[in-house]
Nanobody, 125 residues
Framework: QVQVVESGGGLVQAGGSLRLSCTASGLTFEHHAMGWFRQAPGKEREGVSSISWSGMTYYADSVKGRFTISRDNAKKMVYLQMDSLTPEDTGMYYC???????????????????WGQGTQVTVSS
């Protein structure tokens, strides 16, 4: 049984930082791309950042230079370091896994095979 579990969300002031963590079990972690998606109220879920099994990374334009994704295959963990947060970063953040990788696009939403339950990130102004 595959389980994807996020942690690390919370409330932070604009300009602050948060670090999200995600663990995935029940699958061959090192063979999977991992990604972070977010969904704000009334909006579609969008890709934020993803990392391939070999360490290639993708960032949405809105987070480039502020967010950093990393993975530790030995611990079966993926992290999202979020700096210089703005209220526009508010939303539910979902960790996801998949076997596909698209150059320039990373892990696409329609190619996700497993989702986590989400962790809320709220940035106050």
């Amino acid at each position: 049984q595959v389980q994807v579990v996020e942690s690390g969300g919370g409330l932070v002031q604009a300009g602050g930082s948060l670090r999200l963590s995600c663990t995935a079990s029940g699958l061959t972690f090192e063979h999977h791309a991992m990604g972070w998606f977010r969904q704000a109220p009334g909006k579609e879920r969008e890709g934020v950042s993803s990392i391939s099994w070999s360490g290639m990374t993708y960032y949405a334009d809105s987070v480039k230079g502020r967010f950093t994704i990393s993975r530790d295959n030995a611990k079966k963990m993926v992290y999202l370091q979020m700096d210089s947060l703005t209220p526009e970063d508010t939303g539910m953040y979902y960790c996801a896994t998949g076997l596909a990788w698209n150059y320039g696009l990373g892990l696409r939403r329609d190619e996700v095979t497993y989702w986590g339950q989400g962790t809320q990130v709220t940035v106050s102004s």
